[in-house]
């Protein structure tokens, strides 16, 4: 099945430093979502970027599908966006089951 | 609140004990969701729901039972727990969306989860 990596497993920020996470798959999806999942482990759907690049405030992600990785990055950082990121793709074409990486942790220190 | 409300929060269970983890939403959804958290492992589905009265398996489904009750309800039963099965269990809902000819899988919305400990 599709492989998903995400890198670095582990980032520590001091408040306001940008930071960018990747995620590469092995196989071509037709697309990507990003998912933030905060200390008290509430997960929260961040991005569904198949293509191209999307923003919300100080978080931007883009994706190359033709190069099958994903980028989010974080602007400005602030100790609220302390937690784990997780990118998923479908198992396969147009399916609703997702195979999610093993995340990146982020500690933002004041 | 609208939302995926799961129950319980906790659970601690000894090893052969059976429980079912409940989930609702009310949010309309067709898709209904459970995944499984570990320690590094990021989540892995369980089984899910594309609509009511279907049900089908994940990525790792042994050990494991699951009804859709109904549009808004879908539980999950462990019949004889094992310390495998310890883990943090998520419910989720999504409801597809018709993007021309295709139908996109987006804004899913996970409850608050279930910490299980079997020993």
């Given at each position: 099945g599709i492989q998903v990596e995400q890198s670095p497993p582990d980032l520590i920020l001091q408040e306001g430093a940008n930071s960018t996470?990747?995620?590469?798959?092995?196989?071509?999806?037709?697309?990507?979502?990003?998912?933030?999942?905060?200390?008290?482990?509430?997960?929260?759907?961040?991005?569904?970027?198949?293509?191209?690049?999307?923003?919300?405030?100080?978080?931007?992600?883009?994706?190359?599908?033709?190069?099958?990785?994903?980028?989010?990055?974080?602007?400005?950082?602030?100790?609220?966006?302390?937690?784990?990121?997780?990118?998923?793709?479908?198992?396969?074409?147009?399916?609703?089951?997702?195979?999610?990486?093993?995340?990146?942790?982020?500690?933002?220190?004041? | 609140n609208a939302g995926v409300t799961q129950t319980p929060k906790f659970q601690v269970l000894k090893t052969g004990q059976s429980m079912t983890l409940q989930c609702a939403q009310d949010m309309n959804h067709n898709s209904m969701y459970w995944y499984r958290q570990d320690p590094g492992m990021g989540l892995r589905l369980i089984y899910y729901s594309a609509s009511e009265g279907t049900t089908d398996k994940g990525e790792v489904p042994n050990g494991y039972n699951v009804s859709r009750l109904n549009k808004r309800e879908f539980s999950l039963?462990?019949?004889?727990?094992?310390?495998?099965?310890?883990?943090?269990?998520?419910?989720?809902?999504?409801?597809?969306?018709?993007?021309?000819?295709?139908?996109?899988?987006?804004?899913?919305?996970?409850?608050?989860?279930?910490?299980?400990?079997?020993?």
């Open positions: 996470l990747r995620c590469n798959f092995s196989d071509s999806v037709n697309n990507l979502q990003w998912f933030h999942q905060n200390p008290w482990g509430q997960l929260i759907n961040l991005f569904y970027i198949p293509s191209g690049t999307k923003q919300n405030g100080r978080l931007s992600a883009t994706t190359v599908a033709t190069e099958r990785y994903s980028l989010l990055y974080i602007s400005s950082s602030q100790t609220t966006d302390s937690g784990v990121y997780f990118c998923a793709v479908p198992t396969q074409g147009g399916s609703e089951k997702l195979v999610f990486g093993k995340g990146t942790k982020l500690t933002v220190n004041p | 039963r462990l019949e004889s727990a094992a310390p495998s099965q310890t883990s943090v269990y998520f419910c989720a809902s999504n409801r597809p969306q018709l993007a021309g000819h295709l139908l996109e899988y987006y804004g899913y919305t996970f409850g608050s989860g279930t910490r299980l400990t079997v020993v």
